[in-house]
């Protein structure tokens, strides 16, 4: 059997990366990586840690480009890649625009693709931006679905998505966090010693992360007024990797840049994301990524977004929806700072790290 894993950003990398590693421990598939590198130097960062090198690099990435260019050139790049390959099966992520026009370009040669992460929604086309269309888009092209939670599977029967095509697997980012813990103890981190060496370690961590297209403009302004207020504490500090997007770098360290207890930093290495989010306090972010990272380590986060796929954690106390205004944001990480919740790791309503074999074990028995 041939199959091939495609994905184009950070996220997307670390979540596929035990797929890959699941995919290559069959002797009866034949397994390719092709990376679209919607995301460059982040991408790139994964692969290294995890040791994967892709046999596809489409390298698309460009300033500022639209998501309308993006698009076209991942169908019309991908197409010579599934020509060539002609796999029995192409595998993509989630929500982004790697996963929804690899999974169109596959339908075009009639390739079965399968859908990793699938079934989550809000059914609000904008929020999140363009992930909602993205993820309904590839749910409707997929053959196989692979919903990480109950949840995910109820809105995908209710879809009217045929039973037998759907399997409940937890999410691979517990798998990935599983294997990144252990390869990131082994290996030590001085990029992640320098962080935490220039804080306080009796004041209280903030993690802030922040990169949510919807968000872009008065959503990261009020962010930014939030931080600003919450520095002026003097039990905290506040670590925030800055996406590299102008739309965000350029807000951000304009805001916050001047204060000494907020250090931005640049994004970091996966092994030292996990550093900080073990020694955290209290998450602030609009991630999905770090929604469900989180639950394994214990750690509670305050969502600024208006609307969440991930209901789970919300649910379950892992995580509270809270938008963006300064204000919230404001009153409840001040609520947490003051009232530490705590959290068992076991309740994760994300699985136990066992998604990626499940996900190989469908794929063989079709």
Avoid at 41 to 65: A, G, K, R, S, W
Avoid at 220 to 238: G, N
Wanted: hydrophobic content about 40%.
């Amino acid at each position: 059997m041939k199959i091939l894993i495609c994905f184009g950003t950070r996220p997307e990398a670390i979540k596929m990366a035990p797929v890959v590693k699941a995919c290559l421990s069959h002797q009866t598939i034949k397994t390719s990586v092709c990376v679209t590198a919607q995301h460059r130097e982040m991408l790139d960062q994964v692969l290294d840690f995890f040791q994967i090198t892709p046999d596809f690099d489409l390298d698309l990435m460009q300033t500022n480009q639209s998501l309308n260019q993006l698009s076209a050139r991942i169908i019309e790049k991908m197409d010579a890649v599934l020509v060539k390959e002609q796999p029995d099966w192409v595998l993509v992520h989630g929500d982004t625009t790697t996963s929804s026009m690899v999974a169109l370009a596959a339908f075009h040669r009639g390739i079965k693709v399968g859908h990793v992460e699938a079934g989550l929604r809000t059914y609000n086309k904008y929020s999140p931006f363009p992930e909602e269309i993205n993820r309904q888009l590839t749910g409707r092209i997929a053959n196989a679905h692979f919903a990480p939670t109950q949840k995910a599977y109820n809105c995908l029967m209710n879809e009217g998505v045929k039973k037998e095509e759907v399997l409940i697997t937890g999410n691979t980012v517990v798998d990935a966090l599983q294997v990144g813990l252990k390869l990131a103890k082994d290996r030590g981190s001085q990029n992640l010693k320098k962080i935490l060496d220039q804080l306080d370690s009796q004041k209280k961590l903030i993690l802030v992360t922040g990169h949510r297209r919807e968000n872009f403009g008065d959503g990261f302004i009020q962010l930014c007024k939030a931080l600003a207020q919450l520095a002026k504490r003097s039990d905290v500090e506040i670590v925030y990797p800055v996406h590299l997007n102008p739309n965000v770098k350029e807000v951000v360290h304009k805001e916050l840049e001047q204060l000494d207890n907020i250090h931005l930093v640049p994004p970091v290495e996966y092994p030292v994301m996990l550093g900080l989010l073990e020694a955290c306090d209290l998450i602030i972010s609009d991630s999905g990524g770090i929604q469900e990272e989180a639950p394994s380590l214990g750690k509670m986060v305050l969502v600024t977004r208006a609307t969440s796929e991930r209901m789970e954690g919300i649910e379950e106390g892992f995580a509270e929806l809270i938008g963006t205004s300064a204000d919230k944001i404001i009153e409840r990480a001040s609520f947490y700072l003051k009232y530490p919740k705590v959290l068992n790791k076991q309740d994760n309503p994300y699985g136990q790290g066992d998604a990626s074999e499940k996900i190989i074990n469908y794929i063989l028995s079709r």
